[in-house]
Nanobody
Framework: QVHLVESGGGSVQPGGSLRLSCAGS????????IAWFRQAPGKEREEVSC????????YYADSVKGRFTISRDNGKTTVSLQMNNLKPEDTAMYYC?????????????????WGQGTQVTVSS
């Protein structure tokens, strides 16, 4: 059975940093494309970033470009999202998902999987 588990969320002040991790079981995460999405209360889910299997393709939403970095950790058992210079508008529940990653963004199918999310709150 496939499971994705996000971790690393928390509360930080504007300008701070957090590192989110997405761990997977029941499939080979190292060979999978992984995407990060976020959803703030009252707003639609927004794609944040993705990384293709093989790591040669990454994508970032304009709103996070230059501040967030997606990567696979050593051993490729997790996919991390390093978030720097956080802003209040980054406040949301962050989810990772399996899918496909292209230069223009991720494609998540009906047979792909989602984690339960980790909360990120940026406020002073």
């Amino acid at each position: 059975q496939v499971h994705l588990v996000e971790s690393g969320g928390g509360s930080v002040q504007p300008g701070g940093s957090l590192r989110l991790s997405c761990a997977g079981s029941g499939f080979t995460l190292a060979l999978s494309s992984i995407a990060w999405f976020r959803q703030a209360p009252g707003k639609e889910r927004e794609e944040v970033s993705c990384i293709r299997s093989g790591d040669r393709v990454t994508y970032y939403a304009d709103s996070v470009k230059g501040r967030f970095t997606i990567s696979r950790d050593n051993g490729k058992t997790t996919v991390s999202l390093q978030m720097n210079n956080l802003k209040p508008e980054d406040t949301a529940m962050y989810y990772c998902a399996t899918g496909e990653c292209y230069n223009t963004g991720a494609l998540i199918g009906t047979d792909d999987y989602w984690g339960q999310g980790t909360q990120v709150t940026v406020s002073s």
